[in-house]
């Protein structure tokens, strides 16, 4: 079972920038299709990027153009930076390792209008 630990969430204002970390605990997550989907409060869980073992990369539409996600160099971690951000994106962050379908904790984003 791989385990994933996010961080690098926080509080910050519109049209802020935040960069999440996610970091695996096993070498075969840098093969693995990984993504993070948001939860904010009342509403479903969304997928808002993901990027596959080829590092080709999907992003929902009310993110696209502000949001990326990246793996690092040592291919253990994944990240999204997250731009131009809006109140709306006010949510719980998760890291997901879509193959197998492995969740991280989550981590909390706010941003204040």
């Known amino acids: 079972q791989v385990q994933l630990v996010e961080s690098g969430g926080g509080l910050v204002q519109a049209g802020g920038s935040l960069r999440l970390s996610c970091a695996a605990s096993k070498s075969t997550f840098s093969i693995h299709a990984m993504g993070w989907y948001r939860q904010a409060p009342g509403k479903q869980r969304e997928l808002v990027a993901r990027i596959n073992s080829g590092g080709s990369t999907n992003y929902a539409g009310s993110v696209k153009g502000r949001f990326t996600i990246f793996r690092g160099s040592a291919r253990h971690t994944v990240y999204l930076q997250m731009n131009s951000l809006k109140p709306e994106d006010t949510a719980v962050y998760y890291c997901?390792?879509?193959?197998?379908?492995?969740w991280g904790q989550g981590t909390q984003v706010t941003v204040s209008s």
């Open positions: 997901v390792d879509l193959d197998v379908s492995s």
